[in-house]
């Protein structure tokens, strides 16, 4: 579905494939995109008190779920990495067409080349796929106390927020 959400440009609303509130599709239970039909709301992990009286969610008590947020990050960056990997490789089987590199060799190299860069890309392709599944299986909000509510914990080498 192409388009705005109700919700663009909120953080506390990620957007991305397999669910949520942007593009990308509905959630498990849910109809309509982002799964926000009474059904899907009861499954996605909101309060008890399910509407309010003018159809808005209710989010009373409960706060964002950052695995889901960490989750469509992954998702994301796993994409763009394919992109990047692509354009490099691109590159590189532009040079050899191009006469960089003649002969037997060069061609075997090639083929290694040409191998190589599918498989990695469809390793890529299958971890942004498992990723963007795992955050759409997860409700938008959680309970404070819920361990997703937890913000992982920073890694050496990523950007601050661990993202």
Do not use: K, Y
């Not at 959630?27 to 008190?49: F, N, V």
């Not at 040079?95 to 090639?110: I, Y």
């Not at 390793?123 to 599944?133: H, P, T, V």
């Amino acid at each position: 579905m192409a388009g705005t959400s109700a919700h663009a440009g909120d953080p506390d609303f990620p957007a991305g494939p397999g669910g949520g509130s942007g593009p990308g599709g509905s959630r498990p239970g849910g109809s309509g995109p982002g799964g926000l039909s009474p059904g899907g709301l009861s499954q996605g992990g909101l309060s008890q008190g399910g509407l309010h009286p003018g159809g808005a969610p209710s989010w009373d008590g409960l706060v964002v779920n950052e695995r889901r947020g960490a989750l469509v990050a992954a998702a994301a960056a796993l994409r763009a990495a394919g992109v990047e990997l692509a354009a490099s490789f691109d590159h590189v089987t532009a040079l050899l067409d191009g006469g960089a590199w003649a002969g037997p060799a060069a061609s075997a190299w090639g083929i290694e080349l040409s191998r190589v860069r599918s498989a990695v890309a469809a390793a890529l392709d299958a971890a942004a796929l498992d990723c963007a599944g795992a955050a759409g299986a997860e409700p938008d909000r959680v309970a404070p106390d819920d361990s997703r509510a937890v913000r992982p914990a920073g890694v050496a080498g990523l950007p601050r927020g661990g993202w």
